[in-house]
């Protein structure tokens, strides 16, 4: 760590602060920030005519987010059969939108709803970036020197804690000789296994509603059902395990 003396009189530079910061504080502080302007943003969606711009700064803000953490595989359990640590994965899922909530284009006579909520009219899938726990599992030793290899005995089991998701809801059904078709983008923010998004209804859609509309989903990642699914982008940071190679590896 370099040291930086800030005078008495007067602002250091804010770059001459930050290099004499440890790593971490550093990342917290460019963290935050990436927060409160992803917060701005999503405040000013409906205030800013050019939605699409805030849109995509919100998407940058997070996708910013994530490969500031990549390097970050904090231990929690290490022995010589299984680690235990922190890291990011890429998953693919299936979503089960428990809620969906359509907003009218005109706020009705009678000022008492702004929308209509529906249950499980849809299903879906996507993929997502997701933070979490990485427990990785060998049945041999795990490997101390670079040119061992045991990938093909390793065991990968995650648990999510938040995470970011691109996906699509579908489905049609027939309502009293009524076909409606439902087809719609959808992105969002998963906590654990549930997923707050944001969606775009390009299938039938009645004239009072707005395209665009709010679901709560229960989201599955396929590697809780079966032994693919997923792809590991974190290592883990420890010295006795130097050698082990878990990142890019699927589960």
């Known amino acids: 760590m370099v040291k930086v003396d800030i005078p ?29 302007k992803t917060v701005n943003h999503l405040y000013n969606l409906n205030k800013n005519p050019n939605t699409m711009k805030c849109i995509f700064l919100t998407i940058l803000s997070m996708v910013t987010f994530v490969f500031n953490s990549l390097s970050q595989g904090k231990i929690i359990k290490e022995t010589d059969h299984i680690i235990e640590y922190r890291g990011w994965v890429l998953n693919s899922n299936v979503a089960l939108p428990a809620i969906r909530f359509n907003m009218f284009k005109e706020e009705p006579a009678d000022n008492k709803s702004v929308g209509s909520i529906e249950y499980f009219n849809s299903a879906g899938a996507g993929i997502s970036f997701n933070f979490g726990k990485i427990k990785v599992t060998s049945i041999k030793p795990f490997a101390t020197k670079e040119e061992d290899e045991n990938e093909g005995d390793l065991e990968t089991r995650f648990t999510n804690y938040i995470g970011f998701s691109l996906g699509v809801l579908f489905s ?5 000789g009524i076909t409606r078709s439902i087809f719609a983008p959808t992105i969002g923010v998963q906590v654990l296994d549930f997923q707050l998004g944001l969606g775009l209804e390009l299938g039938t859609l009645s004239p009072e509603y707005r395209r665009a509309f709010v679901t709560i989903a229960y989201s599955i990642p396929i590697s809780k059902l079966t032994n693919w699914g997923g792809l590991v982008l974190t290592n883990p940071k420890s010295p006795k395990h130097a050698g082990t190679k878990v990142q890019g590896n699927l589960f």
């Open 8 to 36: 008495a009189e007067g602002n250091a530079p804010l770059i001459l602060v930050l290099f004499g910061l440890p790593l971490t504080t550093v990342r917290l502080f460019i963290i935050n920030f990436i927060i409160s």
């Open 172 to 176: 049609q059904n027939n309502n009293d």
